[in-house]
């Protein structure tokens, strides 16, 4: 069952000062040394290469994300002396994946926190529903930044998507917009005969019975930056380049979820739209959170102009009276359960009694009653 519903929040983040806004004309590709080569022989489009290959899996599969570029950017977002002000969504979303564990009504013994980040979600849950939490992350800064909770927590560095537990270990597991970079659509993981989404071995790590509550960012996710940036380039370059990263649709969401084994699924959409001065603002405190784009088909530059004529199609296209700009966060909301016995299955095909057609029929007094 996928339930589908639409809420929308405004956020307003903390005002930006002069030298903060004009920091941002660099991607985050460029922000970076560039790698080391192998060898005084080994140029950067051959290393480019070599990355993409080991990327990979066997039997020719391929990997949309540069997970070293997104190991990179966690890192440089968590150095930042000022990284607080950037965690207003993490935090806010964060706070709404707690409310769905309280939802349900049990006591977890053993939860797992999938790229908790400064535990956005730790802090809003208490010991009476959470005894014990495992807390992972790939970045060891943000391990070490993590934010005190009254819940008995264990650090772990490792990466979302290879989780070093157990089979059947742990009662809960959430996730708060960590675990996009790995998820792709269902089409590449069918033509590269792999699947590389997480829900797989989230699913394994849960006990039977256990459950899985975790958030991510939609399709529809800054479409406002999107589209005026591939405007822009096509006004000035003659062509476009992707500079926001690929997120997964909601249509998608319930069928890698299904094929992961889980059941009694449920899906819903919540939109946070941010109000920004402006586009650098917005590229600004993407680069903050380092949820800067890191598919392997990024382009490496923006060139001035582009950014120029994409700051005023942004402005005419959706700015507001006040000029400021929105940056709407589509965020999909997922729960799923790993099978047990005692879990509600649904009735055998033709064991009903009862004709769809009968249904108008009740309430209404029988023949005998009005004999």
Avoid at 13 to 27: G, I, K, L, W
Avoid at 237 to 249: D, K, L, N, R
Wanted: proline share 5%; glycine share 6%; net charge neutral.
């Amino acid at each position: 069952l996928v339930v589908v519903g639409t809420l929308v929040r405004l956020l307003v983040p903390q005002q930006h000062d002069a030298a903060h806004s004009q920091r941002n004309v660099m991607t985050a590709h460029s922000m970076f040394p560039p790698v080391r080569e192998l060898s005084s022989k080994i140029r950067c489009s051959q290393w480019t290469e070599i990355q993409r290959q080991l990327s990979g899996r066997a039997g020719g599969t391929m990997n949309v994300f540069d997970r070293t570029m997104k190991r990179r950017q966690k890192k440089w977002a968590a150095s930042l002396q000022d990284s607080d002000k950037y965690d207003y969504l993490r935090d806010e979303v964060g706070s709404r994946v707690a409310d769905r564990v309280y939802d349900i009504a049990r006591t977890f013994p053993l939860a797992l926190d999938i790229g908790c980040g400064k535990s956005h979600i730790a802090e809003h849950l208490h010991k009476e529903v959470v005894e014990q939490l495992f807390l992972t992350d790939i970045s060891e800064k943000s391990l070490r930044n993590t934010r005190r909770s009254e819940i008995p927590t264990h650090c772990v560095m490792a990466d979302e998507e290879f989780l070093p537990f157990k089979e059947n270990t742990f009662d809960l597991v959430v996730s708060s917009l960590r675990i996009t970079t790995i998820l792709v659509l269902p089409s590449v993981s069918l033509c590269c005969h792999y699947n590389p989404s997480p829900f797989p071995k989230i699913n394994q790590v849960l006990k039977p019975d256990g459950v899985f509550i975790g958030a991510m960012v939609g399709g529809e996710t800054l479409y406002e930056l999107r589209c005026s940036l591939q405007l822009a380039e096509l006004e000035r370059e003659g062509g476009f380049s992707p500079h926001v990263s690929p997120y997964t649709a909601v249509t998608d969401l319930g069928n890698l979820l299904g094929q992961a084994g889980f059941s009694m699924l449920t899906v819903d959409i919540d939109e946070i739209q941010v109000l920004y001065p402006g586009i650098l603002e917005v590229m600004s405190d993407l680069q903050g959170m380092g949820e800067s784009n890191c598919a392997w088909n990024r382009k490496s530059m923006l060139h001035r102009d582009t950014i120029l004529a994409a700051a005023a199609i942004y402005q005419e296209m959706y700015g507001s009276e006040n000029g400021s700009v929105p940056a709407t966060f589509e965020i999909l909301y997922m729960i799923g359960w790993k099978p047990h016995d005692s879990q509600a299955k649904p009735a055998r095909r033709g064991s009903a009694n009862v004709s769809f057609g009968d249904l108008s029929k009740i309430g209404q007094p029988s023949t005998k009653d009005k004999s």
